[in-house]
């Protein structure tokens, strides 16, 4: 069973471009968040998507957008690019009958901006 | 708002030494709480959690955390920590019984494990 999954691993960019990042849920989960996670710091919730809608949303900018797709996997989407947006940026899956709780994260995928 | 403090930015242990990580929380009720580990360049991987009964908490890797109402407190320990157990540990909590679910982290502890 393959946890949850996330392209590319690594990513560059340079300032005013658009990027976007891949997840694919743990099997059995149809529950996507998208955590952002800077150099020393923890996590930081981005948003939350469940039924192809997006459920929950944390403090950031409409940069920051995303879709869920019918298979359940996930995108998350940042135009006009700073640099304060490199970082590591965390997919994690759970499963709506649980309330979305015990949260399991993917590998992450690091953008550089440049 | 929710909040969670780790204390201890760095923690240094002796190779089969016992380790507590601190993890205080700030939350209206009781939330649904966390310990996650991540490694260098890893994603994060969950320990253990708690939602309610018993407030001693038993995970993966021999490790348990204690919740302590009173104290606002959940606490990570070990009895003998092992040198693979170096890595960068985070409290998080969340919400219960609002259906969907954002966790919300503290700003972690790096452990070292000395020989």
């Known amino acids: 069973d393959a946890g949850v999954t996330q392209s590319p691993t690594h990513l560059i960019k340079t300032r005013g471009q658009q990027v976007t990042l891949r997840c694919s849920p743990k099997s059995g989960h149809d529950t996507v968040s998208w955590y952002q996670q800077a150099l020393g710091q923890g996590p930081q919730f981005i948003f939350q998507?469940?039924?192809?809608?997006?459920?929950q949303r944390g403090n950031f900018p409409d940069r920051f957008s995303g879709h869920q797709f019918p298979n359940y996997s996930s995108e998350l989407n940042v135009n006009a690019l700073l640099l304060g947006d490199s970082a590591l940026y965390l997919c994690a899956s759970s499963p709506r009958a649980s309330g979305g709780v015990g949260q399991y994260f993917g590998p992450g995928t690091r953008l550089t901006v440049l | 708002a929710q909040s969670v403090t780790q204390p201890d930015i760095h923690i240094t242990v002796s190779e089969g030494a016992s380790l507590e990580l601190r993890c205080n929380y700030s939350y209206g009720a009781t939330p649904y709480l966390f310990w996650y580990v991540q490694s260098p360049g890893q994603g994060l991987q969950l320990l253990l959690k708690y939602f309610s009964g018993d407030t001693l908490v038993q995970g993966i890797k021999g490790f348990e955390a204690e919740f302590k109402r009173s104290q606002s407190s959940f606490n990570l320990r070990k009895p003998s920590v092992h040198w693979s157990d170096a890595a960068e540990y985070f409290c998080?909590?969340?919400?219960?019984?609002?259906?969907?679910?954002?966790?919300?982290f503290g700003t972690g502890t790096r452990l070292l494990v000395s020989p």
């Open positions: 998080a909590v969340g919400q219960p019984n609002t259906g969907f679910q954002k966790l919300v």
């Open positions: 998507y469940y039924e192809e809608e997006e459920r």
